[in-house]
């Protein structure tokens, strides 16, 4: 998820510790090693080395990526480049020389891009038959492997909300109601996956005649646009731990339904429920995966990487380091995660053609509407 940083949160997450180390996705936590990625260098061809592009939100127990260089015999490398949107394009541009041996990251709203451009071969991982058919969106070629699911909705600061004697809004058209004006941020749908996946939501709900009003709405209702996820959960969110000590002011962010628990369990003390909420009628469901990259220097070590991040000990470890859900059926959420964890029961959804077909054209338009 993304993602929560889940992207991404993941996100996660990102799925990318929220104030410490900053919240997912997507979401983020610990890696076993990262390097920047702006140098434009490709990764490292070492038989011994295993390389995994992503966006800034991946995140793992360092014991867990341990466990896998322990079981594998390869060192494992971690580059992140950038929210989820920019590290794909990025990923895409330098394909024939990649940076690394694996990409996490890409979702069900970046998918077709990243399949259209020929960035992944096809591998079959192993343990794909514990992992839920709904979010196998490319089981005829396996070109990706799906590791994680969220959603990607409105949350909201509840302290905010409380003193100002307003009931948090519930669904996207309360968000255009004076009672909200310049209370929401959200992230580039151009460049952020979590800001695709608000407007694919939109998209979903109001259809293809009925999302640009609802659009020129939110933009006369004050929303406030910044590049990505990090930006505007952790600088601009007012009930974030992060936004908070940035002087953050907006008390409505794009975020994602796992956020709230990342609030709650790394507060001290923990308190009983967690200090943000969700906005269940603004959701999107967002589906993460990895993929073997073309080129890769190093397929064998890509390979059995792959085979981890499906296994059952990364996916029990994945969802209170990216606050994500993960895809194996065999495998429960952490009490911890469960218990602040929001449920989302009807998330707006969109099939993978139809997101292939109208993304770039509904990204454009959105582009001139809101941002010019």
């Known amino acids: 998820m993304s993602s929560v940083s889940t992207s991404k949160v993941t996100g996660k997450v990102t799925r990318k510790k929220i104030t410490a180390v900053s919240l997912v996705t997507g979401l983020g936590l610990l890696t076993l090693s990262a390097c920047g990625g702006s140098d434009g260098e490709s990764a490292t061809s070492d038989a011994k080395t295993v390389t995994l592009v992503s966006h800034d939100s991946f995140a793992a127990s360092k014991d867990v990526l ?15 480049d950038g929210d989820a949107g920019q590290a794909v394009n990025k990923a895409i541009l ?4 990649p940076q690394g041996d694996v990409f ?16 992944f071969q096809p591998y079959e991982a192993k343990g794909l038959e514990s992992v839920a058919e709904d979010v196998q969106l490319d089981k005829d070629k396996h070109r990706v492997t799906p590791i994680d699911s969220g959603e990607i909705c409105v949350n909201y600061d509840k302290k905010y909300f409380a003193d100002h004697k307003l009931d948090p809004p519930e669904s996207f058209d309360d968000l255009t109601e004076p009672a909200y004006k310049n209370l929401l941020v959200t992230e580039n749908a151009a460049t952020s996956s979590p800001g695709l996946g608000f407007l694919l939501g939109t998209a979903a709900h109001y259809g293809d005649d009925g999302w640009q009003d609802y659009w020129k709405k939110l933009k006369a209702n004050g929303v406030k646009v910044v590049d990505g996820w990090e930006q505007a959960y952790n600088e601009e969110f007012s009930g974030s731990a992060g936004g908070k000590q940035a002087g953050g002011d907006r008390p409505l962010v794009v975020s994602y339904a796992s956020s709230p628990p990342v609030e709650a369990i790394y507060s001290d003390p923990q308190p009983k429920t967690a200090p943000t909420g969700v906005a269940t009628g603004t959701c999107f469901r967002q589906i993460e995966f990895a993929g073997l990259l073309s080129n890769a220097g190093n397929e064998k070590g890509g390979e059995a990487l ?6 059952k000990r990364f996916q029990e470890d994945m969802p209170l380091n990216m606050f994500v859900d993960p895809v194996r059926e065999d495998v429960q959420a952490p009490a911890d995660f469960v218990k602040y964890a929001v449920k989302v029961d009807d998330p707006e959804t969109m099939a993978p053609d139809t997101i292939a077909d109208n993304r ?13």
């Open 360 to 372: 770039d054209q509904w990204v454009r338009s959105w582009t001139s509407l809101v941002l010019k």
């Open 66 to 80: 341990k466990e896998f260089e322990k079981q594998s015999g390869y060192k494992v490398k971690v580059l992140k």
């Open 104 to 119: 996490f990251g890409v979702d069900n709203t970046l998918l077709s891009r990243a399949l259209d451009n020929g960035l």
């Open 94 to 97: 330098t394909k024939d020389n």
């Open 306 to 311: 792959l085979d981890f991040l499906i296994g």
